[in-house]
């Protein structure tokens, strides 16, 4: 199983040169439009200037990282592409308001056409190879902001795969809660018989009808589609009644963890290749400042980093990443939650723990990899390496 992960909706294969030290300086672009897709939930537009259109190449499902700096304090969040290199000449990413969420509040309330923002290329490895002569079934699962990956991963099969098909099993809250709901529509218009998206939702909304003055009143509800939670019965189902016969198969998910480990059981369990099922991790805003429960009384640490060698002491509890952000060095991260692996370095000798780890395989973990930002050294003293 290929293991990715990302936080609010804003990732990774076990290819051994996945690890290589991606771009992770910043740039400045310019928001080229905003656009309401939700009533809580905005999509961003960029403008990339000429001489930076190599650095901004991407792929599909990659993300973004961008940095806010409120009260002299920096702030990254990471947010998929929801565009197609394929499909869509600009780079776009959507950004779902989150209840007491710093960033993505700011996003949905502050940010409008012309405002410049810091950002880093993009990174990622939740996607696979395309190829015109391929021809497989793909299963996406997803639920809220987890589609914002998912409709950069399909637009891209459809153009680049015209063999292939792609189903779409999409839960939500109600109607009005739906991403992209429009352009899904129109999508299913254009490929017909080759996109097939289902959606569930868990609240549709209900009106009251007939009864006396309001008075015995009968709830109904409009909605005709799916109803509940994405399930193990369910995924069985969709699998089962849309896949070819003999003809590859591969998933994709993207959500809360409850429903993606449910997923990912339910596949394996049908006997689908780990190597061809691809989790992202969806790890809300509001986990970002969770304390750390793993004891560490500091460490003296050496770290080398951009070719040369750093020595500090690493504070009680303190991660290698925030230590080094302590004395004002400039190591590369972005999500701070062990959701991502930009801030990925090597254990050269000691020990560390991670709290949250969900960016690097177990075989990467057992070969030394570390995520700074949630290693915690268990040693007096401690060596890593970030130019891996």
């Known amino acids: 199983m290929k293991k990715n992960a990302l936080f609010c909706a804003a990732i990774i294969n076990k290819s051994s040169n996945r690890l290589k030290m991606a771009d992770t300086n910043l740039y400045t672009l310019k928001v080229k439009n905003v656009e309401a897709e939700t009533d809580k939930a905005v999509v961003l537009t960029f403008d990339v200037p000429a001489e930076l259109k190599d650095k901004f190449h991407y792929k599909h499902g990659q993300y973004l990282t961008l940095n806010f700096k409120f009260k002299g304090k920096n702030e990254r969040r990471a947010y998929s592409l929801c565009s197609s290199p394929s499909m869509d000449s600009d780079m776009k990413i959507g950004v779902k308001r989150v209840f007491k969420g710093l960033v993505s509040n700011h996003i949905n309330d502050n940010i409008s056409p012309g405002t410049e923002i810091d950002v880093m290329p993009a990174q990622g490895h939740f996607n696979t190879k395309l190829s015109a002569d391929q021809s497989k079934d793909y299963f996406l699962f997803c639920s809220g902001s987890g589609v914002t990956p998912m409709l950069s991963i399909l637009k891209s099969v459809l ?230």
Request: glycine share 8%; charged share 30%; with cysteine.
């Open 159 to 388: 153009e680049e795969e015209p063999k292939s098909q792609v189903c779409m099993y999409y839960g939500n809250k109600s109607v009005d809660s739906i991403m992209f709901k429009t352009e899904l529509e129109q999508l299913e218009k254009r490929y017909s018989g080759q996109l097939k998206v289902i959606h569930t939702l868990t609240q549709p909304k209900v009106r009251k009808e007939g009864g006396i003055f309001g008075l015995f009143a009968k709830k109904v509800t409009d909605w005709k589609g799916m109803k509940g939670r994405i399930d193990a019965r369910t995924i069985k189902e969709i699998v089962t009644e849309n896949r070819r016969g003999t003809t590859p198969v591969e998933c994709f998910m993207c959500g809360p963890q409850g429903m993606m480990r449910t997923a990912e059981d339910t596949l394996k369990g049908m006997g689908i290749d780990e190597k061809n099922i691809h989790v992202e991790w969806f790890l809300p805003e509001e986990d970002l400042n969770k304390t750390s429960s793993i004891e560490g009384s500091g460490a003296k640490a050496t770290v080398k980093m951009n070719g040369k060698k750093i020595e500090l002491n690493l504070l009680p509890n303190e991660s290698i990443l925030d230590g080094l952000l302590r004395i004002d060095e400039d190591p590369p991260y972005s999500c701070m939650s062990g959701a991502c692996s930009t801030c990925v370095c090597k254990l050269i000798s000691g020990k560390a723990e991670m709290e949250r780890c969900l960016a690097l395989s177990d075989d990467e973990v057992k070969n030394g990899y570390l995520l700074s930002c949630s290693a915690i050294p268990t040693t007096e003293e401690i060596e890593v390496d970030y130019d891996v």
